[in-house]
């Protein structure tokens, strides 16, 4: 039997797919259909139906590799023979029908074409039994050469590059030579583990070499410990004749490295587009290559990464379900041969036999204007050997997740965001406050420049501790107020150092010499160290807090509680859809759970409402009063506050007033008829309010529609499909008028922080709207298309938590820095009046502010840098107070030190925010360029200056950042830098401005997602189950799996689903009954209902949004959504599969070198 698959044919990378005929283009926006799903920022989501036809490609054209290469016959050369390089991924030979797959160097005839390189077994998440467990040791600990071994990085998202070529002949040496090879040092490295190598000799690296070859020759660990520069390398080979897989075999441990193969005649795969207009083949599963395994290795999922939407199926179908009946029998399964171990429980699982539900590539593709003859087979990076997200998220979980991390050492790099662990502060942050892109910064400005890594930090001043972390202490100095500095005004800190017998101290930021003041003073100890060291958490914690002084408050006086100002729309819009009533029904019980201090009985902040369509109607709920007043002001054009006394009371006091009040509001307006609405008015409305109770305070603003009533902020719609991918693009993400930059301003200086519920139904203008919301430090909340039915749960649990969050208001934060470097940029939801102080009206407990530092002088290894962020503000009670974060990192001379201490998750949060910020100024594409060249100039100043020679062929990763291609491939196929035809101009600036201030861990879930299978989970255990990565070739037809990036979840549930489970969880009887309406999941009585309820409890409260729950059948039109968020697979917007991207960075790194 002799099966030909063929790979689609992706889209040029960077253009979207033209529209399928036969199917509407699926919208994030637009109108609703009729009972419509919802699209995934809520809207409905109008996706492609199944069954349609797809073009073919023309000939001679394999989609599935990045870039066509020509076939090579491989040559299997070893470079040295000492211990061997991790363990890369299983060999897969093409097998042929009937007979056990050739020993190495025989040829078969060309009547057998190779298979997909993709077969698919059970999905398993194993890793190799003899590999040694790959650590990341804290950098405390002393570097081991080669202790760890390394696994080989993931890659990321893919544009076109230029156009595409004249023939097929021209491109095929694009990836000439990518082999991936490992080179080893040749002495035996001590035992334990470590980071990196020394100084002096390169850090521990994962190589890919690129031969124009797909096969995947892995590598067993062995048992001893590796040497110091382990590379990993993914062959890329192509068989040598078209229609002749090249077999297979699997290398001894000694062979670490791969020569380049000679170029032969076979054409290799490519993703270059079709000839205009060539047509695409029907999507058809083909049958798995026998003994095959697909499977990651084990892991926890990752809180990362959403993306837009990956569909393709293996090494490229279109996501589209298969056409009924093209389902081919099964491939026999060969018995191993003799040559080729036999993977019991190894890497991947054991050898299998292949799964019937599987769906392959296209089958033979018909050739269009010649004779059909066998095409040549198509091979590509086994993506089983590149990095995989969830192993090193699997690995640091189990090598950093049961000790504490004890932050007593300068420059530790902490566990990644997605182990649980627990912090002891011994004097300096937790990562819960501060994560830093790297915690060993170069010495000079220079190698800066050379490695191109951005130093930055992530800083969340108010972020919440887990029950067992003690929150940071309050200090009160009296009326001197906190000792500082004379000179630069840092703050007293675990870093200063006491002089003259502790008279004195010397500032560890700028070096000037400070007084101790009198009742401050105490003696020091034989090491200098004060006597009372442990006794104040200044001296001994990285984290604290001061209680302010009067000279800290505004106009030198103490500032009054705050107030919350709740701003209701009521239009027609929002009192036909029942969120009036519903947010009045909240509002009776939620006012009990206003924030407050610790001990405090109730809370002190006083509350007022505002109801509004063209004009504004203020109502009096004075205690004393037996019902409530209601005021008009119609003149919106000046707005004024109509009453003073009775506005803003106290919850207890008023409680029948209020209780009255909110029962009146959705009666008095249930017949309206008023559509216009005002917006600008109503935030000068709030501002008016709290100047004149001289507080600061929040507005809680509930608004449907484009403000278009004759009013102060008016705007028109101006949203603009045609500007996507032109020039004028970025205007779709600023705002359309200069007004509202104008009143942020206002509303920073007075401490009114608003907050924004948005219920569009259709354009909104988010980008204007935002603007006063971003500037003060709010948040924005945004249910497209809201129902009450389905969206209810989700708009007050997201009510309730912004409600009862912990915030500070009138905020003001400063980085200082010690000699040498200086925060320049920064980025978040705040206001700036000048270059040092970040202005914000309200900071909560979920907001970050990510800080960039550039050189200004030389650093020295001795001293190190440190870094302070002092926050002032006023807390809930209207106490004014300081919280001080200090950390110390260290400083380095030799490049490959800066490598082994870089946090990969941190440096991708930083890159897409400067990324999403760039989109205000520049064209989309060339802020995707510019990402994608820094990145490749990271990786080659590593190559060049770091890694042990070896071929150009080879992809040379530093352990430490080998995912920066698979989550930078997430970032540049985000919605906001490639939006699929169904994303709305909304949802782009929605997604930017939340981004915007999202700290690592939202990040790293949002733009690469969490999936778990839910059939695999274990019902007795409190255990999460094991994640598995995010491509369409991992999912079991037969299995249920549940997606989370941190603002939907989905729960895809495969058609050949037991009845058993779709009883259990859903409590139909067969799949074609399970509802795609449900929003919630039924409450069952057995184990798996209360297992997975469990599992989505766990996984909603880790998160600072509550998610949308999405049900998703396999095969229906839903589905297209859902495989936006499999990251690792081709993006329908263009954006390239992780294996396409990877070569792609590989020759971007190559042309650099070179």
């Known amino acids: 039997m002799s099966v030909n698959q063929q790979a689609h044919t992706g889209p040029p990378y960077g253009q979207p797919q033209p529209g399928y005929q036969g199917y509407q283009q699926p919208a994030y926006g637009g109108q609703p259909l009729p009972g419509a799903p919802q699209s995934q920022y809520g809207g409905p989501y109008n996706g492609p139906m199944p069954g349609y036809q797809q073009p073919v490609p023309p000939q001679g054209y394999f989609p599935s590799l990045g870039f066509p290469s020509k076939g090579s016959p491989v040559s299997l050369n070893s470079d040295t023979s000492s211990l061997a390089p991790n363990f890369i991924g299983s060999l897969r030979a093409p097998p042929t029908s009937g007979a056990p797959p050739p020993a190495s160097g025989a040829s078969l005839p060309s009547g057998h074409p190779g298979y997909n390189q993709f077969g698919h077994g059970d999905v398993q998440n194993g890793i190799p039994a003899s590999a040694a467990s790959m650590q990341r040791p804290p950098t405390s600990q002393p570097f081991l050469p080669g202790s760890a071994p390394t696994p080989v990085s993931q890659p990321a998202t893919f544009q076109q590059y230029g156009h595409p070529p004249a023939s097929v002949q021209q491109l095929s040496n694009h990836m000439a030579g990518m082999t991936i090879a490992s080179t080893t040092a040749s002495a035996p490295p001590p035992a334990g583990l470590g980071y990196g190598p020394p100084t002096s000799a390169p850090p521990v690296s994962g190589i890919f070499t690129a031969t124009g070859s797909g096969l995947y020759t892995p590598y067993t660990a062995s048992p001893g410990p590796p040497p110091t520069t382990v590379s990993q390398g993914?062959?890329?080979?192509?068989?040598?004749?078209?229609?002749?897989?090249?077999?297979?075999?699997?290398?001894?441990?000694?062979?670490?490295?791969?020569?380049?193969?000679?170029?032969?005649?076979?054409?290799?795969?490519?993703?270059?587009?079709?000839?205009?207009?060539?047509?695409?083949?029907?999507?058809?599963?083909g049958p798995p290559l026998p003994g095959q395994t697909l499977a990651g290795p084990p892991a926890s999922q990752p809180n990362h990464v959403s993306s837009p939407p990956p569909p393709s199926t293996m090494s490229g179908p279109h996501p589209g379900p298969p056409m009924g009946g093209l389902h081919g029998p099964p491939p026999p399964t060969h018995p191993p041969q003799p040559g080729y171990q036999m993977q019991q429980n190894g890497p991947f699982g054991q050898v299998r036999g292949p799964q019937p539900n599987y769906g392959g590539a296209y089958p033979g593709t018909p050739n269009y204007g010649t004779q059909p003859g066998p095409p040549a087979p198509q091979k590509r990076l086994d993506p089983d050997s590149i990095p995989s997200p969830i192993q090193v998220i699997e690995d640091d979980r189990n090598n950093r997740g049961s000790e504490p991390f004890v932050t007593g050492v300068r420059g530790q790099v902490p566990p990644l965001v997605t182990t649980n662990f627990v912090v002891k502060d011994q004097g300096n942050a937790s990562p819960r406050y501060i994560r830093c892109t790297s915690y060993n910064i170069p010495c000079t400005s220079d190698m800066a420049k050379q490695s191109q890594v951005p130093l930055a930090a992530v800083i969340k001043p108010l972020a919440t501790l887990p029950p067992e972390e003690t929150l940071p202490y309050l200090v009160d100095h009296g009326e001197s107020g906190p000792v500082r500095c004379n000179r630069c005004k840092a703050y007293m800190c675990p870093f200063m150092q006491f002089i003259e017998g502790g008279r004195r101290f010397q500032c560890c930021f700028c070096s000037c010499v400070t007084e101790v003041p009198p009742h401050y003073f105490q003696h020091l100890d034989h090491t200098g160290k004060r006597v009372d060291f442990y006794d104040r958490p200044e001296l001994s914690l990285g984290s604290y807090e001061f209680l302010a002084t009067v000279d800290y408050c505004k106009n030198n006086k103490f500032p009054s509680p705050p107030a919350f100002i709740f701003m209701i729309d009521v239009s027609y819009n929002a009192m036909k859809s029942g969120l009036v009533k519903l947010i009045c029904e909240e509002l009776k019980s939620l006012l009990d759970y206003l924030p407050r201090e610790g001990n405090m009985e109730e809370s002190a902040i006083r509350v007022g409402f505002v109801t509004y369509n063209k004009v504004l109607h203020f109502y009096n709920v004075k205690s004393s009063l037996a019902q409530p007043q209601m005021m008009v002001v119609s003149d919106v054009a000046d707005m004024f506050v109509p009453l003073l006394d009775g506005f803003l009371v106290n919850v207890n006091e008023s409680r029948t007033v209020i209780a009255s009040l909110l029962d009146q509001i959705p009666e008095m307006f249930a017949d309206t008829r008023e559509t216009e609405t005002v917006f600008a008015p109503v935030i000068q409305a709030g501002l008016e309010a709290l100047k004149a109770a001289e507080c600061a305070g929040k507005l809680f603003i509930f608004h449907t529609s484009l403000p278009i009533a004759e009013a102060p902020g008016k705007l028109k719609n101006r949203d603009d499909k045609k500007l996507i991918n032109t020039d004028k693009e970025k205007t779709l993400f600023q705002p359309q008028t200069s007004f509202y930059n104008n009143l942020a301003k206002d509303c920073v200086a007075q401490g009114c922080c608003v907050d924004l519920?948005?219920?569009?139904?259709?354009?909104?203008?988010?980008?204007?709207?935002?603007?006063?919301?971003?500037?003060?430090?709010?948040?924005?909340?945004?249910?497209?298309?809201?129902?009450?039915?389905?969206?209810?749960?989700?708009?007050?649990?997201?009510?309730?938590?912004?409600?009862?969050?912990?915030?500070?208001?009138?905020?003001?934060?400063?980085?200082?820095?010690?000699?040498?470097?200086?925060?320049?940029?920064?980025?978040?939801?705040?206001?700036?009046?000048?270059?040092?102080?970040?202005?914000?009206?309200?900071?909560?407990?979920?907001?970050?502010?990510?800080?960039?530092?550039?050189?200004?002088?030389?650093?020295?290894?001795?001293?190190?840098?440190?870094?302070?962020?002092?926050?002032?503000?006023?807390?809930?009670?209207?106490?004014?107070?300081?919280?001080?974060?200090?950390?110390?990192?260290?400083?380095?001379?030799?490049?490959?030190?800066?490598?082994?201490?870089?946090?990969?998750?941190?440096?991708?949060?930083?890159?897409?925010k400067y990324a999403y910020r760039g989109v205000l100024s520049s064209p989309v594409k060339t802020v995707r360029d510019a990402l994608i060249n820094q990145c490749a100039q990271i990786l080659a100043c590593y190559r060049k200056n770091c890694a042990s020679p070896s071929s150009a062929g080879q992809l040379i990763l530093p352990e430490c950042m080998k995912l920066l291609p698979v989550y930078l491939n997430c970032v540049l196929k985000s919605d906001v830098l490639q939006p699929g035809l169904e994303v709305t101009t909304d949802d782009r600036?929605?997604?930017?401005?939340?981004?915007?201030?999202?700290?690592?861990?939202?990040?790293?879930?949002?733009?690469?997602?969490?999936?778990?299978?839910?059939?695999?989970?274990?019902?007795?255990?409190?255990?999460?189950?094991?994640?598995?990565?995010n491509s369409?070739?991992?999912?079991?037809?037969?299995?249920?799996?549940?997606?989370?990036?941190?603002?939907?979840?989905?729960?895809?549930?495969?058609?050949?689903?037991?009845?058993?489970?779709?009883?259990?969880?859903?409590?139909?009887?067969?799949?074609?009954?399970?509802?795609?309406?449900?929003?919630?999941?039924?409450?069952?009585?057995?184990?798996?209902?209360?297992?997975?309820?469990?599992i989505i409890d766990t996984i909603q409260a880790q998160r600072s949004r509550y998610m949308k729950l999405i049900i998703v059948k396999q095969e229906d039109k839903l589905e297209m959504l859902f495989k936006h968020f499999l990251v690792e697979d081709k993006s329908l917007s263009g954006g390239a599969s992780y294996v396409d991207f990877l070569c792609h960075m590989h020759k971007e790194i190559r042309q650099l070198l070179s």
């Open 234 to 285: 993914l062959p890329l080979a192509q068989p040598p004749f078209p229609g002749q897989p090249t077999p297979t075999q699997r290398l001894p441990t000694q062979v670490p490295g791969f020569a380049p193969p000679p170029p032969s005649t076979g054409i290799g795969p490519s993703s270059y587009p079709p000839a205009t207009g060539a047509p695409r083949p029907p999507t058809m599963p």
């Open 989 to 1029: 600036a929605y997604i930017r401005q939340l981004v915007t201030s999202m700290d690592v861990a939202e990040t790293n879930v949002f733009f690469y997602p969490r999936l778990l299978s839910l059939t695999k989970a274990d019902v007795d255990s409190d255990a999460l189950p094991a994640a598995i990565r």
């Open 757 to 912: 519920f948005l219920f569009p139904n259709q354009y909104l203008d988010v980008a204007t709207l935002g603007v006063v919301t971003y500037q003060t430090g709010g948040s924005i909340y945004k249910y497209a298309y809201f129902q009450l039915e389905t969206d209810q749960d989700r708009f007050l649990n997201d009510l309730r938590r912004d409600v009862q969050k912990e915030v500070g208001f009138d905020a003001v934060m400063r980085v200082r820095t010690s000699t040498g470097i200086r925060a320049t940029d920064f980025f978040g939801a705040f206001y700036m009046s000048n270059t040092t102080d970040v202005e914000m009206a309200g900071l909560d407990c979920d907001k970050t502010i990510t800080v960039e530092f550039k050189h200004d002088d030389k650093l020295s290894e001795d001293s190190g840098a440190l870094l302070q962020c002092a926050l002032l503000y006023t807390s809930c009670a209207g106490q004014r107070r300081l919280r001080i974060h200090n950390l110390s990192l260290n400083c380095c001379t030799q490049l490959a030190d800066l490598y082994r201490n870089c946090e990969t998750d941190t440096l991708i949060n930083y890159l897409a």
């Open 1032 to 1094: 369409e070739e991992r999912l079991s037809r037969g299995d249920i799996y549940l997606l989370e990036n941190g603002l939907n979840i989905f729960v895809w549930v495969g058609v050949n689903v037991q009845q058993s489970f779709i009883q259990n969880l859903f409590g139909v009887s067969s799949f074609s009954q399970i509802s795609n309406a449900l929003s919630t999941l039924p409450v069952l009585e057995n184990p798996f209902s209360k297992k997975v309820r469990s």
